[in-house]
């Protein structure tokens, strides 16, 4: 009986692990000032006036979804199991764009398909493990209807992350993404007030 009750128990023990309930996951957004300025501000100070130019919609690399994503290395990616952004980084990053191009003196948001299009790729939005940091890279291009493209960079920002906690991470994350859309925003008004002073008189 006592190699059937040893039996008995290792089964259970057993069927316990298998049976686990996963922990559930846990949903996180980045900490970003551009994203938790007031929308309706942006909307009420969008400008009448200055260089148009049209956001196209944002992609993002096929794997940058929202399990969130760690690297250790150029080479080496994984994702967290537990660990999801709320909504996808490509949507995080068009709507950063879409706030910061309002409230940028001198241009002007529209959807008029002769403007100059504005496109942008979310290369990287992953937490760096050495050294421990948020990173965001974006692959921007400018589309002229007459002069071709003529912008292509690529843009990146880190964010140190204070410790290993989460939240510190999407804090991170978040001046990171700030960062990266601000070098992109004026990059992109000093590359149109060129062309413009260069069609001047």
């Known amino acids: 009986m006592r190699p059937l009750g040893r039996?008995?128990?290792?089964?259970?023990?057993?069927?316990?692990?298998?049976?686990?309930?996963?922990?559930?996951?846990?949903?996180?957004?980045?900490a970003s000032a551009t994203l938790d300025a007031a929308a309706g501000d942006a909307a009420d100070h969008a400008?009448?006036?200055?260089?148009?130019?049209?956001?196209?919609?944002?992609?993002?690399?096929p794997f940058l979804r929202e399990r969130i994503v760690w690297r250790v290395s150029e080479v080496e990616y994984g994702f967290y199991e537990q660990r999801r952004w709320i909504d996808l980084p490509a949507h995080y990053v068009e709507r950063a764009l879409r706030i910061r191009l309002r409230s940028t003196?001198?241009?002007?948001?529209?959807?008029?398909?002769?403007?100059?299009e504005l496109h942008v790729d979310v290369l990287a939005f992953d937490?760096?493990?050495?050294?421990h940091a948020a990173n965001v890279a974006l692959a921007?291009?400018?589309?002229?209807?007459?002069?071709?493209?003529?912008?292509?960079?690529?843009?990146?920002?880190?964010?140190?992350i204070a410790d290993d906690a989460p939240a510190s991470m999407a804090k991170a994350m978040g001046q990171a993404l700030d960062e990266a859309v601000a070098q992109a925003v004026?990059?992109?008004m000093l590359d149109l007030e060129g062309h413009q002073a260069r069609l001047a008189p």
Request: hydrophobic letters at 40%; a positive charge.
């Open 7 to 30: 039996l008995l128990i290792g089964l259970v023990v057993l069927g316990g692990c298998l049976l686990r309930t996963p922990d559930p996951p846990r949903f996180f957004r980045p």
């Open 47 to 61: 400008a009448t006036e200055g260089i148009p130019i049209r956001l196209r919609a944002v992609r993002s690399e």
């Open 105 to 116: 003196p001198g241009l002007r948001l529209t959807n008029d398909p002769r403007a100059v």
């Open 127 to 131: 937490e760096l493990l050495v050294p």
């Open 140 to 160: 921007v291009a400018l589309e002229d209807p007459v002069r071709g493209r003529s912008l292509e960079r690529t843009f990146g920002a880190r964010a140190d």
């Open 186 to 188: 004026d990059a992109v």
